[in-house]
C-alpha cells in the first residue's frame, strides 16, 4: 500500500528557539535532536505531516539565571510569529527555579511553549549520555505540551536528575492520547478558514463553539487548585478577611438579611468580576498577544481566563469546607444571636456560602498584591521539572 500523500496529511508544526550566542557544539547538539525527534515522530505518527524548524535568535533574554516565565513568554510570541504549533526554547544556561529547589524544564500547555535547559545534562562527561537525557528531557516536555501527566514507566517519569537512563519513549497508551490529542490542534486554524470573523467577539464565538471541548480540557489539565498553595499574598488576605468576618456580628446580621436565591446569584457575580479583577489586574490580556486575531493567542488568553476562573471557583469551594467546618465547631447559640435568629436554627450551609462568598472577595484584592511573574507562573507553568 502506498504511503499517504504528504501533502494531504495533517501537518504538525515545532520549532527549537536557540541563542545565536550559543557555541558550535549546541548547536550541533540541537540539529541532531531536532533529527532524532522528527524521525522518531514520523514512524510513532505517520499519520501526520512533520514539520520542524530550528531558530537562531539574537535578541534571546539574557537576564542570568535566565527566568522560565520570561522565556515562555518570549517563545509563545516567536510561536505565533512563526506560525508554529507547538515552540521548544533551548538554553545550555541554567533555570531559576520558582517552586522546586532546581529545574532543568518547564512546560506550558496553556501556552503551546516548554523550556528546556541543558545545563544538567551538560554535566556529563560521556558524550552519548548527554544526548540520550537531552532526548529525554525534550520528550518529558513535549509529552506534557501534549495532555500527558506522569507516567512511572515511560519518560513521562518524574525525574530530579535528567541523565539519560532509560525509558526514553512514551508508553503505547501514551502514544494513543497523543494521537487523540494532536488530531485537534492539526486542523485548519480559525483565520485559515472561510469561517473566519471580522470582529473580535465574534472570532471568539466560533472558536469557543468549535473548540469549546478542547479549550475545557486544556483548563481542566492545568490543576488550578495549586493557586491557593503558591500564592501567599492571595492567601493570608483572605484567611484575615474570613477571621474578622466570623467574629463580625454585623457580617452575620447582612447573612440572615440575604435570601439564599440571592445569594446563589451574588456568588456567581462574585466569581466573575473577582477573575476579571485579577485578570486585568496583573495585565494576563498581554499573553498571547499578536497584530490580528489569530487561533493560537486567542487560545492562549480563553484557556488562561478559564484556568483563573476554575481556580476561583476552586478556592471558593475550599473556603466553604473551611468554613462550614469552622461554623459546626463554634457555639450554635452565639452565632444565631449574632443573627438576630432568636430561637430558629442557623442555617449552616447558607452562612458558609457567605463566609466563602465574602473571601472570594478579599483574594481578588490578594491577587492584585501578588508580584505579576509569580501570579503568571503559577497560572502558566504546566509542571517544573
Not at 522565556?71 to 507547538?86: A, M, N, P
Not at 440571592?262 to 485579577?278: C, E, G, K, N
Not at 490580556?285 to 480563553?302: C, P, T
Request: with cysteine; charged share 25%; hydrophobic share 50%.
Amino acid at each position: 500500500m502506498a504511503d499517504p500523500d504528504p501533502d494531504a496529511r495533517p501537518q504538525v508544526a515545532i520549532g527549537f528557539v536557540v541563542d545565536a550566542a550559543e557555541n558550535s557544539e549546541i548547536q550541533r547538539r540541537l540539529q541532531w535532536l531536532q533529527e532524532v525527534i522528527r524521525q522518531d515522530l514520523e514512524k510513532d505518527f505517520p499519520e501526520f505531516s512533520w514539520n520542524f524548524r530550528l531558530i537562531l535568535r539574537r535578541d534571546f533574554p539574557g537576564d542570568r539565571p535566565l527566568d522560565p516565565l520570561v522565556l515562555l513568554e518570549f517563545g509563545s510570541e516567536l510561536k505565533i510569529e512563526y506560525r508554529l504549533d507547538f515552540l521548544l526554547v533551548l538554553t545550555s544556561m541554567p533555570l531559576m527555579a520558582r517552586f522546586d529547589q532546581t529545574v532543568n524544564g518547564v512546560p506550558s500547555n496553556m501556552l503551546e511553549t516548554g523550556v528546556v535547559s541543558m545545563a544538567r545534562p551538560l554535566e556529563n562527561l560521556e558524550p552519548e549520555r548527554v544526548d540520550r537525557a537531552i532526548l529525554a528531557l525534550c520528550r518529558h516536555i513535549l509529552g506534557h505540551l501534549w495532555g500527558l501527566d506522569h507516567d512511572e514507566d515511560s519518560v513521562m517519569r518524574p525525574r530530579e536528575f535528567w541523565n539519560g537512563d532509560e525509558p526514553l519513549d512514551w508508553s503505547p497508551e501514551e502514544k494513543r492520547q497523543i494521537r487523540h490529542y494532536l488530531r485537534d490542534i492539526a486542523d485548519p486554524r480559525l483565520e485559515e478558514t472561510t469561517q473566519a470573523a471580522s470582529t473580535a467577539w465574534r472570532f471568539y464565538a466560533l472558536l469557543l463553539r468549535r473548540e469549546g471541548l478542547s479549550l475545557a480540557r486544556d483548563i481542566v489539565l492545568f490543576r488550578s487548585w495549586r493557586m491557593m498553595l503558591h500564592l501567599g499574598r492571595f492567601t493570608a488576605a483572605t484567611a484575615v478577611s474570613i477571621i474578622f468576618l466570623f467574629l463580625s456580628a454585623e457580617a452575620w446580621e447582612l447573612g440572615a438579611a440575604i435570601r439564599s436565591s440571592w445569594l446563589d446569584l451574588i456568588l456567581v457575580a462574585v466569581l466573575f468580576m473577582a477573575t476579571l479583577s485579577i485578570y486585568f489586574g496583573q495585565n494576563l490580556q498581554e499573553v498571547g498577544r499578536a497584530d490580528r486575531m489569530m487561533e493560537q493567542a486567542a487560545r492562549s488568553r480563553i484557556v488562561l481566563f478559564g484556568t483563573l476562573l476554575v481556580g476561583m471557583a476552586s478556592f471558593w469551594i475550599n473556603l466553604f469546607l473551611i468554613s462550614l467546618g469552622i461554623i459546626a465547631i463554634l457555639p450554635e447559640q452565639v452565632l444565631a444571636g449574632w443573627a438576630g435568629l432568636g430561637g430558629q436554627p442557623l442555617p449552616m450551609v447558607h452562612f458558609s456560602k457567605l463566609m466563602a462568598t465574602f473571601g472570594i472577595l478579599a483574594s481578588s484584592l490578594g491577587g492584585n498584591l501578588e508580584e505579576e511573574h509569580d501570579l503568571k507562573a503559577v497560572l502558566i507553568y504546566t509542571e517544573e521539572t
